[in-house]
């Protein structure tokens, strides 16, 4: 018998993409009771993104969800995701920080998933951010993701600790693919375009990298493209 009842928390910041979905999967492997949070903040593929976010937590069996809306970023602009003015590229990998990047996105999500936490008792923040074989954005390096996880501990109550997991941080989209299929993650909920919401344009950044992940873990990707 199991004398620890002690019930593990995992929140989970869930966009509805493949690399956030695995990464609660994972939290649930390892025997956290998943509580998952969505941002829509007037990025171009939100609805579908939101939907994907409630189909997925459906599969999880989550009971605990927040969806929180932010107008901040559509003021700011500043991004080809939060900005019609400024076309999503696609004519494959930039060089340098992608236009599609949103400006200290995953700092201000964290943060407000920090206070979520806080208040759950959970122990750990999971995000799916992937350093190796991203787009190059700023904001999902571990060693950032490190920094803030030391932020939100000094900033927060003395008896709350919380880590910040990155399950995902080193992985190639390859192996985020067959990982993903070990798991039974349900890929075919998921969505990576920034462009469209009714089929994957298959030529934005994102589509680009998740295509390449399937085709070099020799699996098909089970989500329509135009």
């Known amino acids: 018998m199991n004398l620890d009842t002690k019930n593990k928390k995992a929140l989970c910041v869930m966009s509805g993409g493949m690399d956030s979905t695995l990464g609660a999967y994972m939290m649930k492997k390892d025997g956290y009771e998943v509580i998952a949070v969505h941002f829509n903040y007037d990025q171009r593929t939100e609805k579908k993104e939101l939907e994907c976010f409630y189909k997925i937590c459906d599969a999880l069996d989550v009971v605990s969800k927040y969806v929180l809306d932010l107008d901040f970023f559509k ?4 991004s080809a995701l939060t900005d019609k003015s400024i076309e999503v590229p696609t004519g494959g990998i930039e060089e340098g920080v992608p236009v599609t990047y949103v400006p200290f996105r995953n ?5 407000m998933a920090a206070a979520i936490a806080e208040k759950e008792g959970a122990e750990v ?3 799916g951010v992937v350093e190796e074989d991203s787009s190059g954005y700023p904001d999902c390096r571990e060693s950032y993701i490190k920094s803030m996880q030391e932020s939100i501990n000094l900033g927060t ?3 709350t600790k919380i880590e910040i997991k990155m399950p995902l941080v080193h992985l190639k989209k390859s192996q985020i693919v067959a990982k993903s299929l070990e798991l039974d993650v349900p890929l075919s909920l998921t969505w990576s375009c920034y462009k469209e919401d009714e089929k994957a344009c298959g030529v934005c950044d994102s589509c680009r990298l998740r295509l390449n992940g399937f085709k070099l873990a020799g699996e098909t990707d089970p989500i329509h493209y135009a």
């Not at 003021?75 to 500043?78: P, T």
């Not at 700092?107 to 943060?111: A, D, K, M, R």
């Open 107 to 111: 700092g201000i999500f964290l943060s």
């Open 125 to 127: 923040i999971c995000i």
């Open 75 to 78: 003021h700011l602009g500043a």
């Open 157 to 159: 109550k003395d008896e």
